[in-house]
């Protein structure tokens, strides 16, 4: 037996075994009606969540925010392309405009890979804060 190993009673790995399945939890079983559901489920979203950072949010933050915002980029706005070249996964990005990387929904549009490098050009001369921001 390795060292520090725990030596449980059957009887103690059944009561582990039934609370990761709910079974011990107090609230198990009990009927929630929808406007509580509603209630639990507005809580955990946007500015009412315990950890909702507003405009202090980081690089990657913000592009998940984006992309709840807007669904997965499908096509470019700059050049028009709207079909993924073959053998490519991933080709359409958000793509910031102003370099803020501000909450505002007017400051992003769908790229390519190939327009979003070109776009970018000039901002990757520039550097970023420790919340992925051009300084």
């Not at 609230?27 to 639990?40: H, L, P």
């Not at 405009?55 to 913000?62: A, K, R």
């Not at 007017?106 to 001369?125: A, G, P, V």
Request: aromatic share 12%; charged share 35%.
């Amino acid at each position: 037996m390795p060292s520090g190993a725990y030596i449980r009673s059957e009887a103690t790995k059944q009561k582990m075994s039934d609370s990761k399945k709910g079974k011990n939890n107090p609230m198990w079983g009990q009927q929630v009606s929808e406007k509580t559901k509603k209630k639990i489920s507005d809580a955990e979203k946007g500015q009412k969540h315990y950890n909702w950072k507003g405009d202090e949010v980081g690089y990657y933050g913000l592009h998940i925010w984006i992309s709840k915002q807007f669904g997965k980029a499908n096509h470019c706005e700059e050049c028009g392309l709207d079909k993924i070249p073959e053998g490519k996964k991933r080709y359409f990005h958000w793509a910031n405009i102003s370099g803020e990387y501000k909450r505002d929904l007017t400051d992003w549009k769908q790229m390519c890979i190939k327009c979003h490098c070109k776009f970018d050009k000039n901002w990757l001369k520039r550097r970023r804060d420790n919340l992925g921001r051009f300084i």
